[in-house]
């Protein structure tokens, strides 16, 4: 077996860069880690210079996007080129390494699995979605826009991690003009690593705790988890109970579902050029049914989803910054808060449309139009008959799951 030897700066950067602290102390990286973190707070590796994996995806923010008064609005953040914008707002990076490859489950009739908000990144590729979706980011025009894996590949053999790439990947792995497509899926797969790692996925939130039988948790919180798991019907989508191995809870099942959000007014999408949005303001985000009909998928195949996105993991759903940090929720960014996006799954059936109403007050007297009107979820949410007291205690339970806490001694 050969020792690998990390050079003393590496080891030094490991623990100076912004990553995620937490209780029990610093998290000791492989060097395959160690490598995709370096890669993944690089702010050098995008044209211009400025923008990292970590700019959308910050730790402090439960690696989603660490800026309010982006999140206030129309939440989707702009790439390296000023003016350019996405039209999605940043998942979280974290806790979706067991995604498995896109594929469509007969049994359930759904499909499973990609990364990205539509499942664009479907691992068919590199057998693991989690290292595509890390290259995306690099090569598109709306976020990092490296012309192309070459460049991204002199950029990094002109970092100082540089040695440590070839450390982990073999001697001359940074040769660019012969082995360009091969270091460009090791890129991937060494951010995939980081991703991965415990220090992104460290499972020490107050939920993780009183799984342990550590903590205990309160009675709203407890009054919670029975919502979730019960009334509320969260779990159906985000389940909570340890895997079979006793594994922790992902929060996930990996499915896609259309909750029937309303388009984001804010979006700064619906203002970009033809060029990167012909449709402009009429632009509508057909999620999964407009990745597979793009893919060359049949319409009995794509049509019935259109207008789903991924389901979330809820781990850190309430991580941020500080206290009164704004996160935006849902795949556009609509919500601004975790009462607003309960309250939404719990009356987004009973409430009015606001379209309707002279005096429309969303979240009060009504809803907007939902973006996509066709395949929604009309089974686990809608009108769920919850209390108010009933959607606080669901939101107090979704709290605990956030990393970072401490368990008093």
């Not at 989690?130 to 460049?151: C, H, K, S, V, W």
């Not at 660019?176 to 890129?187: G, K």
Request: proline share 8%.
């Amino acid at each position: 077996m050969h020792r690998l030897f990390i050079p003393l700066l590496a080891i030094i950067t490991a623990f100076s860069l912004s990553g995620p602290s937490q209780a029990s102390g610093k998290t000791t990286l492989s060097p395959k880690e160690l490598l995709g973190k370096q890669l993944f707070f690089d702010a050098k590796l995008s044209v211009p210079e400025g923008q990292s994996c970590a700019s959308c995806h910050a730790p402090e923010a439960g690696f989603t996007g660490p800026h309010e008064g982006i999140n206030k609005a129309g939440a989707a953040y702009e790439g390296a080129t000023k003016g350019r914008f996405g039209n999605r707002k940043p998942p979280t990076s974290s806790y979706g390494g067991d995604s498995p490859v896109l594929r469509f489950d007969r049994k359930e009739k759904a499909w499973v699995g990609g990364m990205f908000w539509d499942g664009r990144a479907t691992g068919r590729k590199l057998k693991d979605p989690l290292a595509e979706q890390a290259q995306g980011p690099f090569l598109n025009p709306l976020e990092q826009n490296i012309p192309d894996a070459r460049t991204l590949c002199m950029a990094v053999k002109d970092s100082t991690y540089a040695s440590l790439f070839e450390q982990v990947w073999g001697k001359g792995s940074l040769d660019c003009d012969r082995n360009v497509s091969v270091t460009y899926d090791r890129i991937g797969k060494s951010i995939a690593a980081y991703e991965r790692s415990k220090e992104a996925n460290p499972f020490r939130s107050k939920y993780d705790s009183w799984l342990g039988k550590k903590v205990k948790l309160t009675d709203q919180e407890l009054q919670g988890l029975k919502l979730f798991e019960g009334k509320g019907k969260c779990a159906e989508c985000h389940p909570s109970k340890r895997g079979p191995n006793g594994t922790p809870p992902l929060f996930t099942d990996f499915t896609y579902d259309n909750l029937g959000i309303p388009k984001n007014p804010e979006n700064p999408f619906y203002g970009m050029p033809a060029r990167w949005n012909p449709e402009g303001a009429a632009f509508v985000d057909t999620g999964l049914g407009g990745y597979l009909k793009e893919a060359g998928y049949k319409p009995s195949q794509y049509d019935p989803e259109t207008g789903k996105f991924k389901v979330p993991t809820l781990r850190n759903v309430d991580r941020r910054p500080s206290p009164g940090f704004v996160k935006a929720f849902g795949h556009n960014g609509y919500f601004k808060s975790l009462e607003e996006i309960v309250h939404f799954y719990n009356t987004r059936d009973v409430l009015g449309r606001c379209e309707k109403l002279s005096d429309p007050r969303p979240g009060e007297n009504c809803w907007p139009e939902p973006e996509v009107p066709a395949n929604l979820n009309r089974e686990e949410l809608g009108n769920l008959g919850l209390t108010g007291k009933e959607e606080e205690a669901i939101v107090a339970f979704m709290r605990t799951l956030s990393d970072g806490y401490s368990v008093e001694k």
